[in-house]
């Protein structure tokens, strides 16, 4: 789930936004001023800047340079009400990666997340390989010392979010957000009860438990 950082300081814009991006599947934060969107941008995951452009305190041209030197890879889209072609320059030369001018069209905007975000996304690698275990996730077949076993489709995905981080612990909530799509259950047994039965048909030696905070996977 991509993390959107909306710094806008005018609510009957942001509020609304802020609802049509979560119905595109983001998970938004929504703060109304620059220092609090270096601040938030600093000490939480942020897959994509949406930057007003006039802000209170400091503007979102200066917010943009800020950002940039620490987290160049960020995608940034600016919102503007200025409509001359010399600001939207500037905006770019900031490092803006893109731009929309109010009033905007929604469909259109969200168009534009929906780009910088493919842009900037990770290649998916084809296969996942940590010590005897070998994944192949376009065909979704799982290999041990060569020989193949068979995943029921959750299994499969838990397997292969612990491959993807071997020897880091994934949190419970982590897990639960991408293959449920629902950090919401952390408190039921069903994370617990899928692990078991993935336990079983990899070896349970090669996911360790990190009580009261998720499980890691070890290379044998």
């Not at 390989?129 to 959750?154: P, Q, S, T």
């Not at 397997?159 to 020897?167: A, E, I, K, N, Q």
């Not at 009580?211 to 070890?218: E, S, W």
């Amino acid at each position: 789930m991509p993390t959107v950082l909306l710094v806008e300081d005018d609510t009957g814009i942001a509020v609304p936004l802020s609802r049509a991006l979560q119905r595109e599947g983001h998970e938004v934060l929504v703060v109304g001023d620059g220092y609090s969107a270096l601040s938030c941008a600093g000490h939480q995951r942020v897959d994509l800047l949406v930057l007003d452009l006039g802000l209170p305190g400091m503007d979102g041209l200066d917010v943009c340079r800020r950002l940039r030197k620490a987290r160049p890879d960020l995608p940034v889209l600016m919102l503007t009400a200025r409509t001359d072609e010399v600001d939207f320059v500037v905006g770019l030369d900031a490092g803006a990666d893109d731009y929309v001018a109010k009033p905007f069209r929604l469909a259109e905007l969200l168009a534009r997340v929906r780009a910088l975000l493919r842009r900037s996304a990770p290649e998916t690698p084809d296969a996942l390989e940590v010590g005897e275990v070998r994944m192949d996730l376009a065909g979704r077949r799982v290999l041990i010392e060569g020989a193949e076993i068979a995943l029921a489709n959750k299994e499969f995905e838990l397997l292969r979010v612990l491959l993807s981080r071997p020897g880091q612990v994934v949190s419970r909530e982590e897990i639960l957000r991408e293959v449920w799509k629902d950090p919401e259950l952390k408190n039921s047994k069903t994370l617990d009860m899928h692990m078991s039965w993935l336990r079983r048909k990899i070896g349970s030696s090669r996911i360790a438990t990190v009580r009261g905070v998720g499980f890691r996977f070890d290379a044998l």
